[in-house]
């Protein structure tokens, strides 16, 4: 492994490049552990369309190799790579950027004016600033640092 990255970087820096050829946006790339098992997760996404099955598939089958060549990861893992999802948590300045003008919530670690959660949609994202419009017109800035998480509120109507 590189000096100084993580592997979740190392892998990024992998899976990005084939990602940009394959007309995919890269969300996120994490390292996780659940119960005994560890698993390395490629989310991707698309500008205006879901992702199909079968571009998890292809994509998963051009850098499977690619990452075991770099060897980022000394231990066993199981390698995923899915759709980003619907209520997807927001991380990076991208993915406000991408979802700008969608309806979000941001769940607060602390209450401002004796609230926890703020919902309304999202018109921006500047150093750290995330800025929501309220259901009754008012614009909300808070700071992300200061959120528990922002997620897409894209799943809650379906059933």
């Given amino acids: 492994m590189a000096k100084g990255k993580k592997a979740t970087e190392i892998v990024e820096e992998i899976v990005q490049p084939v990602c940009d050829r394959m007309g995919l946006i ?18 991707i996404d698309k500008d205006n369309e879901g992702v199909y099955i079968e571009e998890c598939e292809n994509l998963s089958r051009e850098v499977d190799p ?13 390698f995923e790579v899915s759709s980003a999802g619907l209520g997807r948590k927001l991380t990076k300045p991208l993915h406000f950027e991408k979802k700008a003008g969608q309806e979000v919530c941001a769940r607060l670690i602390r209450a401002i004016d ?3 959660e703020i919902r309304g ?15 009754d017109g008012s614009l909300r800035q808070i700071n992300f640092k200061d ?5 897409l509120c894209d799943d809650e109507n379906l059933f």
């Fill in 114 to 116: 004796g609230q926890k």
């Fill in 147 to 151: 959120t528990s998480y922002i997620k």
């Fill in 26 to 43: 890269l969300w996120d790339v994490r390292f996780e552990k659940e119960g005994p098992d560890w698993f390395l997760r490629v989310f």
């Fill in 66 to 78: 690619l990452i075991d060549e770099a060897d980022p990861i000394s231990q066993n893992y199981y």
């Fill in 121 to 135: 949609i999202l018109k921006g994202y500047d150093d750290g600033v995330v800025s929501i419009e309220k259901e």
